[in-house]
Every structure is written in C-alpha cells, then in structure tokens.
C-alpha cells in the first residue's frame, strides 16, 4: 500500500513539472498531459497491471495520496514562480543555455 501512495505522490507531482514545463499551454500539450495522467489511473484501475505492478488501492489510504499530491504541486509550482522571476531579473541570463 505504501508504494502505491507513494507511486501515485510521484506520479502526481511528475504530472504537474511537466505541466510547469509545457507553459505556454497548446492543445497537444494538454492532450500529452492529460493521457499521461489518464494512463496512470488505467494501470491502478485494471485488475491485470495492478497485480503486476502490485499496486493496492485503499481508499482512506487514497486521501494521503490527494494531501501529499497537492503539496508537492504547490512546492513546484513555487519553485517554478520563484525560478522564472531569477531568469526574468539577471541581467547575465543567456538565451537558449
């Protein structure tokens, strides 16, 4: 069950760097991050890649999933913030490196 937790922590955070990293939204962007995501919940829905992968899904255990989730969004997401207002201000910034 922990690694479930923490596949789905990983999973969510991952999600959302790669939806910091795809700024300016196009629709295939969106399109990628939507099936990756939507890739993630058929491996923890189907009976066959949940045992495979031996994922176990426990509902209260699920809750930690959305709380730690969110966390880690909002860590990269003011990482993120925080990193394009250095780049914006230094004057040393090189384009393209």
Known sequence: MASTVASSVVMMVGIWVLFCLARPLRLWKAALI??????????????????????AIQFPAMFWVLGFGAAGAVSVELLWQRDQRVRAND????IGG
């Open 91 to 94: 004057p040393r910034r090189v």
């Open 34 to 55: 939507v099936s990756l995501g939507a890739v993630f919940i058929g491996l923890l829905i189907i009976p066959v890649t949940r045992a495979f992968l031996q994922l």
